[in-house]
């Protein structure tokens, strides 16, 4: 039943590792999103997909690489993890390549960087 | 400065009493989402206001659009402890380059107090 999902749902490694962050949503949609949720609860988009294609691609570090192999699953990668990229990150996705679209929201990866 | 900006920041208030969160956005408004979070999950789509003037209800909550004052106003009657979360406002601005782009702001702490 489950809409959005994402694993792990907690991460928690050491500085200098890469690890990814994988996503799956099994509504059909052809768009899919990553945001970073900060400390103070900031939330903000990173990446955005639409049929695999890249649409939206933030001011990000390229250390942080999305990857799309179909339309249903959007994996984050991150390379040589950092202190500052302890987050909680939220894959999401709507129909439509246009945000003004309702998007559904998995429940998160907490990501603790030590 | 923000182009989105909620207020209060954080609300603490007794069951069974009303209150209103606002969103402004400095620029202009394609649409504007309400989402709630709680903590450790992920969000959940409560309603999206496009016309000005335009008001929605979802149970107990009402949020209404004004457009003139780029303004969205978000209202609980009668509050619950089931209503406390984060609620998150995310505006849909035209970036002028041939895309919409959603901006969230930085959300409301609700606490009720049984």
């Known amino acids: 039943d489950t809409a959005v999902s994402q694993t792990p749902k907690y991460l928690v490694t050491q500085m200098g590792n890469d690890k990814s962050i994988k996503c799956e949503q099994n509504l059909g949609h052809d768009t899919m999103y990553w945001y970073k949720q900060d400390s103070k609860k900031f939330l903000k988009i990173m990446f955005s997909?639409?049929?695999?294609?890249?649409?939206i691609n933030e001011t990000v570090p390229n250390r942080f690489s999305p990857k799309s192999p179909d339309k249903a699953h959007l994996n984050l990668h991150i390379n040589s993890l950092e202190l500052g990229d302890s987050a909680v990150y939220f894959c999401a996705s709507s129909f439509g390549r246009q945000p003004y679209y309702e998007q559904y929201f998995g429940p998160g990866t907490r990501l603790t960087v030590t | 400065s923000q182009e989105l900006e909620q207020s209060p920041q954080s609300l603490i208030v007794q069951e069974g009493k009303n209150l209103t969160i606002n969103c402004t956005s400095s620029?202009?408004?394609?649409?504007l989402y309400w989402y709630k979070q709680k903590y450790g999950e992920g969000l959940i789509f409560l309603m999206m206001?496009?016309?000005?003037?335009e008001e929605k209800s979802h149970e107990k909550i009402t949020a209404k659009l004004d457009e003139k004052k780029q303004q969205s106003s978000l209202h609980i009657t009668a509050s619950q402890p089931s209503h406390a979360g984060i609620y998150l406002c995310g505006a849909v601005h035209w970036d002028g380059a041939g895309s919409y782009q959603l901006t969230f702001g930085k959300g409301t702490k609700l606490s009720v107090i049984p």
């Open positions: 620029k202009t408004l394609y649409g």
């Open positions: 206001l496009q016309k000005g003037g």
């Open positions: 997909y639409n049929n695999k294609e890249l649409i």
